[in-house]
């Protein structure tokens, strides 16, 4: 990729050569090639694992008998009972929205603290950095079992679970919003003899509160989907009924409760983009997606567009802005804001928090952590789970080397600079959206159903999923490059095959990178839980040691897990440094 990148070609189009001359060549450095032989030694290990699984198409048609009988013994889908299930996806979403929130709260002063322009010191920004990574290296399934131990059953473990392991993406992704706003307006503030709060309120917030709300928008359709898992450690809602109907071997009625997941999680992602449309509106396009944000594309006539922002006539002083009149586009945000605050609202109410286990959990929060710790593996050879964890690791690198050509191509097709037109670009981002809509566990039961156990069934599972986040985020990627080096090789006769790979590629190839890092990062953790359903790797020994009360031994494997998660973001950051 860094050659690819790095080399002059040449085939390029004539004007390939303007282009290089504003950006002259980064010389090769040792560090940039021992970063491009790590990502092809990932590549290659990536290959083998793959080999390893044994993936085989032929295999998996004649296997396809298996598909028959389950279809034969399912019947028909079947559902609970209108009310029954209103009251399911009312629960469901309820905590899953009041999880999210929660992460978002918690997570601004961590951001704060982990952004390199706001951190009080390097000591500061360490510890809010690794809080970041030890809560995203925790899978929630095994926070909720905590939880479960602690408080009573119902929304609440899954609540603070969901909350708790949000915080790790949330909080980078709120760290990385503060480091590229402008300085200006903060610094101003400083000079005027501002507070920190009033530089954080006034300086900081309005640039990086969309970006914000985007994040948390998407936070929020990933934990829809991961809320299925949390059904199986006891958590209330439509996860739980499916878990008794999969156990009881009503498959009719887990299935359709899956279908209906499916259909709550494309609404739920459509609603967001909506919002995240109607929040950051038309915005020019320009190298990082924060000058997006901060630089939106004026509206009207090209004369306005070449004098500045016009002023409404309400901002002239501060007598008209009290006065502020009533306009279309107020009364629309002012209602989007009393919805939200409503949808909030009926989120705790329907949520049915017993607010007194805030006040009793702490005499039993002793003798929890004395279940948790110290770690151990039990009766498990300590080679066993090593190996367990080799094979969970060969299973998110084999996902992940199967999803990057699949999203990559999908990606391309779903930005608007790349797709041929409008509608090859509307089908490949409703693709996306699709098969974002399947939840990892749901695919992987089926598909052990098919493939039978083992890690076949978790690495197609996750690979399938995959396609539509690493997807999504290359579309997004690829739009927000900026579009200089495309229009001049356009105008210089080049097609759009090369303008996509002399252009395009080259300036979203770091994205590309920290993508499939951040992909491989969260196949880690899901292959984890799909060994709770058969899907292979230590998942399995983490099932059967929280089934047996055994959580020395959970604690021993998430242990393994974070140790393999710091590994890889170590990796991540190097490679965006070296890449940048």
């Not at 006065?323 to 009926?346: C, D, F, Q, Y």
């Not at 607010?355 to 948790?372: H, I, Q, S």
């Amino acid at each position: 990729m860094t050659v690819l990148s790095d080399a002059p070609s040449s085939s390029a189009a004539p004007g390939h050569s303007t282009v290089s001359d504003r950006a002259p060549r980064r010389p090769l450095s040792a560090e940039r090639i021992a970063a491009g032989l790590t990502l092809v030694a990932l590549l290659v290990l990536g290959i083998l694992a793959v080999e390893e699984v044994g993936i085989s198409i032929p295999a998996m048609v004649q296997s396809w008998g298996n598909a028959e009988n389950f279809v034969a013994r399912v019947g028909g889908l079947s559902f609970p009972e209108p009310a029954d299930l209103a009251w399911l996806i009312a629960l469901t979403v309820g905590l899953v929205l009041v999880g999210t929130l929660l992460a978002a709260v918690l997570s601004v002063p961590i951001a704060y603290l982990a952004a390199s322009n706001t951190t009080p010191g390097n000591g500061w920004r360490a510890a809010a950095r690794f809080v970041g990574v030890l809560t995203r290296a925790l899978p929630d399934v095994v926070l909720a079992m905590a939880f479960v131990l602690m408080f009573s059953l119902g929304t609440l473990p899954g609540i603070l679970a969901i909350g708790i392991h949000s915080i790790g993406m949330i909080s980078k992704m709120f760290a990385d919003a503060i480091e590229q706003i402008d300085e200006g307006p903060r610094l101003a503030i400083r000079a005027a003899g501002g507070s920190k709060m009033q530089e954080f309120a006034s300086g900081i917030l309005p640039q990086v509160l969309p970006s914000w709300v985007a994040t948390v928008l998407h936070r929020n359709d990933i934990n829809l989907r991961g809320s299925v898992v949390l059904g199986y450690v006891g958590v209330a809602g439509l996860g739980l009924e499916m878990s008794y109907a999969f156990k009881s071997l009503n498959y009719g009625k887990g299935l359709g409760i899956a279908l209906v997941i499916f259909i709550l999680c494309v609404a739920m992602e459509i609603v967001s983009s909506l919002v995240r449309g109607a929040m950051l509106g038309q915005q020019r396009q320009t190298r990082s997606w924060i000058d997006r944000i901060i630089h939106p594309r004026l509206r009207g006539s090209s004369s306005a567009s070449s004098t500045g922002t016009a002023r409404p006539a309400w901002a002239a002083s501060p007598q008209t802005a009290v006065r502020r009149p009533w306009t279309a586009e107020r009364a629309r945000n002012t209602s989007g804001i009393i919805v939200a605050v409503l949808v909030v609202i009926g989120s705790v109410v329907v949520s049915q928090i017993n607010w007194l286990d805030f006040f009793t959990f702490w005499a039993k929060l002793p003798e929890v952590a004395a279940k948790f710790w110290p770690p151990s593996f039990g009766s498990y050879e300590a080679s066993a789970m090593i190996a367990a964890m080799r094979d969970t690791i060969a299973i998110a690198l084999a996902a992940t080397v199967l999803t990057l050509l699949p999203s990559l191509i999908l990606g391309s097709l779903a930005a608007s600079n790349v797709a041929p037109g409008p509608g090859v670009r509307g089908v490949a981002r409703f693709l996306l959206v699709g098969i974002r809509g399947i939840p990892e566990l749901i695919l992987a039961i089926v598909l052990v159903v098919i493939t039978g156990l083992g890690a076949q069934a978790g690495v197609i599972a996750l690979a399938i999923g995959g396609i539509g986040l690493l997807g999504k985020l290359i579309a997004d990627s690829l739009e927000e490059v900026d579009r200089g080096p495309e229009r001049a090789l356009r105008a210089v006769g080049a097609t759009r095959l090369q303008t996509y790979t002399s252009a395009t590629v080259p300036q979203g190839m770091q994205a590309l990178i920290g993508h499939s890092f951040y992909m491989l990062d969260t196949n880690i953790r899901a292959a984890t839980i799909l060994g709770i359903v058969g899907g292979g790797g230590v998942g399995y020994y983490l099932l059967n040691a929280s089934q047996g009360s055994r959580y020395e031994t959970v604690t021993a494997i998430v242990l393994m897990i974070l140790v393999t998660v710091l590994v890889v973001e170590g990796l991540a950051m190097w490679m965006r440094k070296v890449f940048r």
